[in-house]
């Protein structure tokens, strides 16, 4: 099983960043193999719909599951009709958050927030 | 003759001065071109509204016909496509209605349909015609409906026409502003005051558009406003006092040269003097 | 750190007036002005060095090389902006301009490319010690709200070890207003006793909620309209928003204002006024 999660530098032991759609980058993580691979968010630069293109690239990458502290609509929307689900994360360490989703603490993420509309939030 | 009436930021007077100009005038036309935020209608309460809504065009798939090549999703600019699943997934909001990604599909999969932004819509107030323009929340342009107004008032050539332009002078300002013949600038006569309209006055500049300043709120004493236009050489056109009469007149969104006499005045001679201005500044460019 | 954001929904509130003399009751380290279409704040604070700049891209612009140019008009005909005109070569409006890029994938001769364009320009002030963030939206340029959200990442990451800022946030109630309240602890909204000013605060109050930000409402120039005060007080009882006080209009704030001074750097009605409700607020915000 693969997840993703955004994050503020290429390493396991960067912090979770506090926007899913502007993230740096992603990171990839094989639960089984416990592969890491950290994707560029291309997304991060956009003037708008960053949300989307952030999606689009986590849904191409094949993973089961989202940790995000927070996400917008219509990230939610393409993560949906990828059947992608979104969990929440505690708190700002990568690892931490990695181990509490594989021994099943965390819960799903459900106020999804209005998005901002093509203004970067953070 | 076409009047814009606009200042750089919001609470200077600009609807003060658009609404009692076309009030004034009598037979004219007002058109509120501050889609996000439309104040005039709160005053005129206009009678008979026949609404018209504004659209534009968002792409659609078909989904037989779509090989999930993704030519349409890498091209778009505003991400507003997402390929899922083998589904196109379009997102309205943030789609600009450029129209590239029709275009560019090798299949012809995708076609436009029609999407609602706002509305626009006419009413009359005794003898003046209100033109109004909403843009509904979450819309990300305001162009399209601003072109609808200024071309409805287009068809009234033989009224003066007063337009209410949203704040600032980001695009759709620059939109309102694009037929007009004459542009007064309403600025509060504070350092804040002074430093916004340096951004109009800059912007009607660029645009050639003869222009003049009514200075809003004007209390006794020093009125760095005044200076600024003296330096530039900047007609200074009226100077409306403070006045808590007619501040609460505004806040009750009391039309002031309707509620009272002496309102009258002030909105009658700043008339006078704007329709001086226009036919001086089109004699010059004729 | 702490985020105190002041917002007012209508333009002419008061906003940028009590937000300096927040600025100055709490001497405050950091501070920011996400009016960035029409910025302010730095008139009153008083920079003695000049500040950091740096450019702010926003939209890609288009534009045509006429050597290139064979004149087929296939740019000007697949434009939905009529931002492509001909006046002896063909020229890119780079107002009307948004950036899609049809122009540039229709061209047969390749004579059309996107350039990055300079939407803005950010200011970083950091005198005596204090961190001030600003920017100014450059004219007919339309991507605000995320120059509001770099003016506050700049002010962030230059702030080490500041316990308060203070930030001005933007007017209206759309997308810019959303991006300043992001991410703060707490937000004052100032209101305007007239009816457009209720229906604005009201708006943004909704908008505070969804992202479950604390939210205080003070009047400003409150004898202006006696009634629509009493209005908004009982809104907020009504709806359990903690009214944080009213200001009355004051001749002598334009004074000190004109002067480049804060209402509490001189002695004044609205002064004493707006002391009392920084009391309040700075109560709320540490409960």
């Not at chain 2, 076409?2 to 076309?22: D, E, F, Q």
């Not at chain 2, 792409?59 to 196109?88: M, Q, S, W």
């Not at chain 3, 803005?120 to 991507?143: D, P, R, V, W």
């Amino acid at each position: 099983m693969k997840i993703a999660i955004p994050v503020d530098d290429r390493s396991l032991k960067s912090n979770v960043c506090v926007s899913f759609g502007r993230a740096p980058y992603f990171l990839i993580y094989d639960i089984g193999t416990k592969e890491s691979i950290f994707l560029d968010n291309g997304a991060a630069a956009s003037t708008g719909g960053a949300g989307i293109k952030a999606a689009q690239t986590i849904a191409d990458s094949k993973v089961n599951a989202l940790l995000a502290p927070r996400c917008g609509e219509n990230a939610a929307g393409v993560l949906g009709a990828a059947d992608i689900k979104i969990y929440k994360t505690i708190n700002t360490s990568v690892k931490e958050n990695i181990a509490d989703f594989i021994a099943g603490k965390l819960s799903l993420l459900d106020e999804i927030h209005a998005g901002f509309h093509g203004h970067g939030g953070n | 003759m076409k009047i814009a009436v606009l200042s750089g930021k919001g609470g200077t007077g600009k609807t003060l001065v658009s609404v009692n100009l076309a009030a004034e005038a009598k037979k004219s036309i007002y058109i509120d071109c501050d889609v996000e935020e439309p104040n005039g209608y709160l005053f005129f309460k206009p009678e008979d509204i026949q609404e018209e809504k504004i659209t534009v065009k968002i792409p659609k798939v078909d989904d037989k016909l779509c090989t999930g090549c993704r030519k349409c999703a890498d091209f778009c600019k505003f991400n507003a496509l997402a390929y899922i699943k083998e589904k196109l997934l379009v997102f309205e909001e943030v789609c600009h209605s450029c129209g590239g990604c029709i275009t560019l599909c090798p299949e012809k999969a995708l076609t436009e349909k029609e999407k609602v932004i706002g509305k626009v819509q006419k009413g009359t107030s005794d003898q003046v015609i209100v033109y109004t323009g909403i843009l509904n929340t979450g819309e990300a342009s305001g162009i399209p409906i601003i072109k609808k107004l200024l071309a409805e008032g287009k068809l009234e050539s033989d009224k003066p026409i007063f337009i209410d332009c949203p704040p600032g002078s980001a695009c759709i300002v620059m939109e309102s502003i694009k037929d007009a013949d004459y542009c007064i600038l309403v600025a509060e006569p504070t350092l804040f005051g002074v430093h916004n309209l340096n951004m109009v006055y800059e912007l009607v500049k660029l645009f050639n558009k003869p222009f003049g300043v009514v200075l809003n709120k004007c209390l006794n004493g020093e009125n760095p406003a005044e200076k600024f236009c003296s330096e530039k050489g900047i007609k200074i056109l009226n100077r409306i006092p403070f006045d808590h009469m007619l501040g609460m007149l505004n806040a009750n969104a009391e039309i002031a040269v309707r509620a009272n006499e002496k309102y009258r005045g002030i909105f009658s001679s700043l008339l006078e003097t704007v329709t001086k201005e226009v036919q001086r500044a089109t004699t010059i460019n004729s | 750190m702490q985020q105190l954001l002041i917002l007012s929904g209508k333009g002419g509130t008061g906003k940028t007036t009590i937000a300096s003399a927040f600025i100055k009751l709490s001497n405050a380290q950091a501070y920011a002005d996400c009016d960035v279409d029409a910025p302010n704040l730095h008139l009153i604070t008083g920079q003695s060095f000049e500040p950091r700049k740096t450019d702010y891209y926003g939209l890609p612009k288009a534009g045509i090389s006429a050597q290139l140019c064979i004149g087929c008009d296939q740019c000007r005909q697949n434009c939905r902006f009529d931002a492509i005109s001909l006046d002896q070569v063909y020229k890119v409006d780079p107002f009307a301009c948004e950036g899609c890029g049809v122009c540039e994938a229709v061209c047969p001769v390749d004579a059309i490319s996107l350039k990055p364009a300079v939407a803005g320009e950010l200011m970083l002030y950091a005198n005596g010690g204090k961190i001030f963030s600003t920017a100014q939206l450059k004219m007919g340029c339309g991507t605000s709200g995320m120059l509001v959200t770099e003016v506050k990442k700049q002010m962030k990451s230059a702030a080490n070890n500041v316990h308060l800022a203070i930030i001005d946030g933007s007017p209206g109630i759309g997308c810019p207003v959303i991006a300043s309240l992001s991410g703060v602890d707490m937000v004052l909204i100032v209101a305007e006793p007239s009816i457009s000013g209720i229906s604005d605060m009201e708006r943004i109050i909704k908008t505070a909620a969804k992202f479950g930000t604390k939210t205080a409402i003070c009047i400003n120039k409150f004898d202006t309209s006696p009634a629509n005060t009493e209005k908004i007080e009982l809104f907020c009882k009504s709806q359990g928003l903690p009214f944080a006080g009213k200001i009355p209009f004051d001749s002598d704030a334009v004074k000190a204002i004109n002067n480049g001074l804060t209402i509490v750097d001189i002695e004044c009605k609205s002064g004493a006024a707006v002391k009392g409700v920084y009391d309040k607020v700075m109560g709320l915000l540490n409960k």
